[in-house]
């Protein structure tokens, strides 16, 4: 059985450094600068009419804020669902199979480098010479055809951060 979906890979925002005295490092959640960005990149997001069925994050402090912000914005058909599967380190084959259960179409998945990176570059089939850079904040989106083990995917887009903040056409300082 082929199924074709839609995947957007969400970085999250800018949150505090790895070692910060006060945070674990699963808690690091994100800085005021990183919100205030985030902010602006979920507006952005909305201009350009983004949509999915259903919004995904890792459990991690710093993603699951970044979702929870989108949510605010571009408002989902559907809750925040926290999924183990897109913590750091995670295997790609086994959070396919489980979309391949799903009955959604589209996928917004909130989560970490270098795994977001990874499993992009993983999809697109990309070599040994290849790769993916998702800056904090950086939206991609995949058209993946699902038929595993194997699948095919088309690059729609990758936006850096910067680009989903001008979409607002609000000017900031940074």
């Known amino acids: 059985m082929t ?20 945070f674990s490092e699963d808690e690091r959640p994100l800085t005021e600068e990183g919100k205030e960005k985030m902010q602006r990149a979920a507006e952005g997001m909305k201009r350009l009419e983004l949509s999915f069925d259903v919004l995904m994050s890792s459990p991690l402090v710093r993603a699951k804020q970044t979702a929870e912000m989108v949510r605010k914005v571009l408002h989902p058909k559907k809750e925040l669902e926290i999924q183990e599967g897109l913590l750091p380190g995670k295997s790609l084959q086994e959070f396919l199979k489980m979309l391949q259960t799903r009955k959604e179409e589209s996928f917004l998945l909130v989560g970490h480098e270098p795994t977001m990176s990874q499993w992009i570059h993983e999809l697109l089939g990309g070599g040994a010479s290849s790769s993916v850079e998702m800056k904090k904040g950086a939206l991609c989106q995949l058209r993946v055809e699902l038929k595993l083990p194997r699948w095919d995917s088309e690059l729609i887009f990758l936006a850096p951060p910067k680009v989903l903040r001008l979409m607002t056409g609000k000017k900031s300082g940074k």
């Open 3 to 22: 199924t074709s979906i839609d995947l957007y890979f969400l970085r999250h925002g800018i949150a505090f450094d790895h070692g910060t005295k006060g």
